[in-house]
């Protein structure tokens, strides 16, 4: 890939917290029409709770999932463990003597969580080494935030087909420059990369200081700027860590913002925020926060092609389900043809069996084109 002659054509995403069905998603988009020539996974790729799948007794087992318990039987559960990984659970099989040390211990939580999460990444790895193309054609750019533990970052270092940008000043192509971080400000689950805004403005100096005067670049911080349509946040009890009805607040860092408004660079590429889907102007600077759906397996994403003279295209891009094939009613469809100057009045007349035959017919076309779409 030539980086300096090639318009880049980035493809966002964020926070998919351990959905394999988003992350497949992802290895198809190099094959798409869009052709993306650098697709980028912000930052949160773990996912966040373990699902106990509880053996009772004559091969039958219990889940809770959504607040609703499930009793399945054994021929069940692969069917399960699919489903749960993925909307983002660590499905976790075992005997109730487990179950019962497993809630006792949150050492015992912790150590089951991170094996399932080294494993899910390890697949995805296994998966991604045979699917997508060399980071000479699709740059694939992935980042671990601020709720993944720390040991996905050598996971990721030792995927061939993966780039983890911590820190770094990359190239793209269309003669651009990423500067990426994946922590954030402090919030009320103080995870793992949760950081002061002193600490995040230092780590953003740290990247900033290796540009170059001239230099067209775009900042792809998991956290969004402070104040803006792009952290504005559900308030969270900090006792029950369950969002407080109706109450909003804004989760950004300020940090984030100032390196905005001072840098200028051409786009902000931002997460964090779960429920945000926004697009802001910040000064001169282009700012998306996508969101995610991780939970539905659908994805939600910004796709971008510019180069260092300008922004051509930018759209906030999402994953619609098809039309219900049973929700297209052949009445609704006659009752609509009869309306028709023309076919109206064949419905009206009477007309020979064959004829009949022959508007149904077409009826029944314009019902299959329909389902198609």
């Known amino acids: ?51 106990p799948i509880v053996e009772a007794s004559n091969k039958r087992f219990s889940l809770k999932v959504g607040g609703i318990t499930e009793k399945i039987k054994q021929s069940d559960l692969s069917t399960w463990e699919t489903k749960l990984g993925d909307i983002g659970y660590y ?3 075992c005997s109730q003597n487990e179950y019962n040390s497993l809630i006792l211990s949150e050492d015992k939580q912790r150590e089951i969580f991170d094996l399932l999460a080294k494993k899910r990444l390890e697949e995805w790895i296994a998966l991604a080494n045979q699917k997508l193309p060399g980071i000479e054609e699709c740059q694939f750019i992935i980042n671990a935030g601020n709720d993944d533990p720390f040991f996905v970052d050598a996971l990721l270092d030792g995927c061939p087909k993966f780039i983890r940008p911590e820190g770094k000043v990359l190239d793209l192509p269309g003669n651009l420059k990423l500067l990426s971080t994946g922590y954030s400000s402090i919030t009320p689950w103080k995870c ?25 670049f775009i900042f792809n911080f998991h956290c969004p700027p402070y104040n803006t349509s792009l952290d504005e946040a559900n308030e969270i009890d900090v006792k029950t860590f369950k969002p407080l009805p109706g109450r909003k607040t804004h989760a950004g860092s300020k940090a984030v913002k100032a ?4 840098w200028k660079p051409m786009v902000g590429l931002h ?24 939970k539905s397996g659908k994805l939600q994403g910004v796709f971008l092609q510019m180069d260092a003279n300008g922004i051509e295209l930018d759209r906030l891009t999402e994953e619609r389900d098809p039309p219900a094939k049973e929700g297209i009613n052949k ?43």
């Open 91 to 93: 499905p976790y099989v």
């Open 1 to 51: 890939m030539d980086l300096s002659q090639e318009k880049a054509r980035i493809w966002f995403f964020t926070d998919i917290h351990g959905s394999n069905a988003c992350f497949r998603k992802l290895l198809n988009l190099p094959a798409t029409s869009a052709k993306p020539n650098v697709i980028i996974v912000g930052a949160d790729i773990t996912g966040k709770q373990i699902i």
């Open 331 to 373: 009445q609704d469809i006659k009752k609509a043809l009869s309306n028709i100057p023309g076919v109206g009045k064949l419905f009206e007349e009477k007309l020979s069996r064959k004829e009949i035959e022959g508007v149904e017919a077409k009826v029944e076309q314009i019902l299959e084109i329909l389902n198609k779409k």
């Open 259 to 262: 390196a905005i408004e001072v």
């Open 192 to 216: 793992p990369r949760d950081i002061t805004e002193e600490a995040m403005a230092e780590k953003i100096n740290e990247m900033t200081s290796q540009l170059k005067p001239g230099d067209k």
């Open 271 to 294: 997460g964090h925020i779960h429920e945000v889907r926004a697009k802001q102007m910040i000064g001169d600077t282009l700012c998306f926060n996508p969101g995610t759906d991780y």
